[in-house]
């Protein structure tokens, strides 16, 4: 659909001399430095991400849910984000990135707030007595959740858009790569928090360690207080970005034409993918458990160098993607997760002992995260290249809502395969991926192929 220039328009003249083709040094910094703030409201708003993974199913579990009540506490953020993605993604080229950066961290600080509320507790205000219970502490902790899709969902929309429109230049590739290594950091960096408080007020003399609801609420205070910090940023240091998007469709031949309809095929792709990964992920830890060793610790070892390199590794390999093309590290990354996912089952036949089948366990996570790393960069920068600026918003937001789709129907499916046969989920995600990376090869063409872009590797 035919869609007018805003009347930003009139501005173009102005500021055509911002970002010119001919993008001198100067401007390639403030594009840059534009881009390191925007990576720091990430990482400070994403310091919940990793730790509520392994957390939430350990504290809910102190409330005798169900394991269909665990189950919904991670599918309702995957659906929040699918809600929220097309709509968002399309105001975004109306009304501008900003204000929906800002949304979405103002929302996961209410999130954090209400997880850190999510527990019983007793209050005397006077002559009113209030008093929670483990009935609400459950509810809190789905409400949290369903916040906390939604706000997740609409900042890292956002942050994809904004990172395509400062990246053009740069190389879209690398940049993409710090935008996606930002959040994985930021959830490292809420591991390294939550360590010590865990010591310090979860120790139990007769248990050991133990997440108790004292740790739970302290952990979430500090998370809540981080992403304060990331929405005073997000006000303040991040630079509305739209007019960058107007300056480039003016300046592309086929700026005005609607979405490639490659970006559809693209979709298709990312929804059966993710679908089988993500889904996947969910039971990986319950089969090594029952298969391999029941020692978290031992567990948790074998993924600690995968975590480092989602952490640090990301703006780097990024760059590959810049150099040879989005599909190679694409259909590599699928490929490579799609054999590691097919050794899992068999690391207790081929490795007898606990300790070499943890090494080995070790060194697939760390191969599949080194490709990955790589792929999901180009994955977001062949986005990127398929929209132009005045849709990249709606581009951004349909890519996302193909994963959130993936993300809610993925566990469903791959759950009743694991209730059939332990090994089914492994052996039907490295079937899907092989054929997601055959499809990528063969029904995707590279708009970066087509069309040279000026790479500036310092960033």
């Not at 960069?377 to 349909?398: C, K, S, Y």
């Not at 193909?402 to 993925?410: D, E, F, L, M």
Request: proline share 5%; aromatic share 10%; glycine share 8%.
């Amino acid at each position: 659909m035919q869609q007018t220039i805003p009347r930003e328009s009139s501005e173009l003249p102005a500021l055509a001399g911002i970002v010119s083709a001919a993008a001198h040094p100067v401007e390639a910094s403030e594009a840059r430095l534009h881009l390191q703030r925007l990576q720091n409201v990430i990482r400070f708003a994403s310091l919940a991400t990793s730790i509520i993974v392994v957390a939430l199913p350990i504290y809910s579990g102190n409330f005798n849910v169900s394991g269909f009540e665990k189950g919904l506490l991670f599918a309702i953020p995957a659906f929040m984000m699918a809600i929220a993605r097309p709509v968002i993604g399309r105001s975004m080229d109306r009304y501008g990135r900003k204000p929906f950066l800002s949304l979405g961290v103002g929302i996961l600080f209410v999130s954090m707030a209400l997880f850190a509320l999510a527990r019983e507790f007793s209050l005397q205000i006077g002559s009113i007595s209030l008093r929670a219970d483990a009935s609400f502490a459950v509810a809190m902790l789905f409400v949290a959740r369903t916040i906390q899709g939604f706000g997740l969902g609409t900042m890292l929309l956002a942050a994809y858009t904004i990172t395509a429109d400062l990246a053009r230049r740069s190389g879209r590739g690398s940049s993409f790569g710090y935008t996606e290594e930002a959040q994985y950091r930021g959830g490292l960096y809420g591991g390294l928090i939550a360590v010590p408080i865990l010591l310090l007020f979860g120790l139990d003399p007769a248990h050991g360690l133990r997440l108790n609801q004292t740790v739970w609420s302290l952990i979430f205070a500090l998370y809540a207080l981080g992403a304060l910090l990331a929405f005073i940023l997000a006000l303040r240091a991040v630079p509305e970005t739209r007019r960058y998007a107007l300056i480039e469709a003016q300046r592309e031949e086929h700026a005005r034409q609607a979405i490639d309809p490659q970006l559809y095929v693209l979709m298709g792709i990312v929804a059966l993918t993710t679908a089988s990964s993500y889904g996947l992920a969910p039971f990986i830890l319950t089969f090594i458990q029952d298969h391999l060793t029941q020692n978290v610790f031992l567990i948790a070892m074998a993924y600690v160098p995968a975590a480092l390199i989602w952490a640090f590794l990301p703006s780097r390999l990024g760059r590959i993607a810049d150099r040879v093309g989005r599909k190679p590290p694409i259909a590599v990354g699928l490929t490579t997760s799609g054999l590691f996912s097919l050794t899992i089952p068999f690391l207790s036949l081929l490795f007898p002992s606990v300790t070499p089948a943890i090494i080995a366990l070790m060194v697939f996570a760390t191969l599949e995260a080194i490709c990955y790393a790589a792929a999901v960069p180009a994955e977001q920068a062949l986005v990127a290249d398929m929209t132009g600026g005045q849709r990249r918003g709606t581009g951004f937001g349909l890519y996302t809502l193909a994963q959130s789709t993936g993300q809610v129907i993925g566990p469903l499916i791959m759950g009743a395969l694991y209730d059939v046969d332990r090994s089914g989920p492994f052996l039907a995600n490295a079937v899907i991926l092989v054929i997601g990376s055959l499809m990528v090869l063969t029904l995707l063409r590279d708009p970066a192929r087509r069309r040279p872009v000026p790479v500036n590797a310092g960033h």
